[in-house]
Nanobody, 124 residues
């Protein structure tokens, strides 16, 4: 059975950085497109960043473009999200997701597997 486990969340001041990691198990990781979504309190889940299984397509929502970078290490079955110049509006629970042979979708419904989430809080 596939599992995704996020780590690296925490409390950081505005302007700071965090690096989230997601460890995958129980699936052929290098055949999966991956993504990070986030959900702020009282808000719907929103797309953050994605990376295709071939690593030839990466996408970012406008609010994080230029500040966040998604990457993967297939040898370690991990996907990371480097978050720089954090803002209070980045405060949310961050989820990683995996989509078999995914080409990089912004749509949450495309992803078969999800982690449990990690909290990121950015103070002003």
């Amino acid at each position: 059975q596939a599992h995704l486990v996020e780590s690296g969340g925490g409390l950081v001041q505005a302007g700071g950085s965090l690096r989230l990691s997601c460890a995958a198990s129980g699936l052929t990781f290098d055949s999966y497109g991956v993504a990070w979504f986030r959900q702020a309190p009282g808000e719907e889940r929103e797309f953050g960043a994605c990376l295709s299984w071939r690593q030839d397509n990466a996408g970012y929502t406008d609010s994080v473009k230029g500040r966040f970078t998604i990457s993967r290490d297939n040898a370690k079955n991990t996907v990371s999200l480097q978050m720089n110049r954090l803002k209070p509006e980045d405060t949310a629970v961050y989820y990683c997701a995996a989509d078999e042979y995914g080409g990089g979708s912004w749509f949450g419904g495309a992803y078969e597997y999800w982690g449990q989430g990690t909290q990121v809080t950015v103070s002003s």
